[in-house]
């Protein structure tokens, strides 16, 4: 189980939608992210960050624990996603599971999403003047669930302007193995041209019928 939130770039100073406070300057605060971590996320297109910058142990068991809840329709706030991909009695079982933008249904959830500690270190990183939301998303993956195709996010967000200045954090909220179905990403991709045509196979997006590497193998 995971939470992946999508930045934007916000040419307005501030860090965060949904804060009075992610409204102040950034010269008055203090920088989070290291010169080296700047460097390294710029290189490889990634940055691994242990530390618990934003949620700790019970903070992330709490949002797990709703996850069951969620995906049965059960809405803290009575507001539901926007998108909502498998419903239990009706959906295969072993794909796997999604719901976009949680931040309206939870208020945990919420929380993360919307933190003016998260747009600050995303905005560090990506050298913006500030971020807002783009969306949310959780993830569920229970054993033997099938592959989410590997895929550039840039070709889904089009809708965004200034178009392809996006950043994303990826919370895993259980612990993960390389052997476990875990997120994958290839080293500099974000280099890489834009490639459209993966669109082609997007009905394979959470079952894919071929190798889930075929979109990226035809980006690269």
């Given at each position: ?13 501030g ?6 406070a ?34 700790t ?34 959906s ?24 003016e500690?998260?747009?600050q ?13 783009g ?22 967000l ?5 178009q ?10 259980d ?5 476990a ?22 009905n ?15 980006a690269?």
């Amino acid at each position: 189980r995971a939470v992946r939130v999508l930045k934007r770039v916000s040419r307005r100073r501030g860090y965060s939608t949904g804060s009075s406070a992610g409204q102040r300057k950034k010269n008055e605060r203090s920088q989070i992210m290291t010169k080296e971590q700047i460097e390294s996320y710029q290189r490889d297109g990634y940055l691994l960050i242990s530390d618990p910058l934003f949620i700790t142990k019970t903070f992330s068991d709490g949002i797990k624990n709703k996850f069951e809840a969620l995906f049965s329709g059960q809405f803290e706030t009575g507001i539901f996603p926007d998108e909502w991909h498998w419903r239990k009695g009706i959906s295969k079982e072993d794909a796997t599971r999604e719901i976009v933008n949680a931040w309206k249904c939870d208020k945990s959830i919420a929380s993360l999403v919307l933190s003016e500690t998260l747009g600050q270190c995303i905005s560090e990183l990506m050298s913006w003047p500030g971020t807002k939301i783009g969306q949310d998303d959780i993830w569920w993956k229970p054993p033997n669930t099938k592959e989410v195709i590997l895929h550039q996010d840039s070709p889904y967000l089009s809708y965004f302007q200034p178009q392809f200045e996006t950043a994303t954090a990826w919370f895993a909220l259980d612990d993960t193995y390389s052997d476990a179905g875990t997120l994958e990403y290839v080293k500099g991709s974000h280099t890489w041209k834009i490639f459209k045509e993966n669109f082609k196979i997007e009905n394979e997006f959470f079952s894919p019928k071929t190798n889930y590497k075929l979109p990226m193998l035809r980006a690269a």
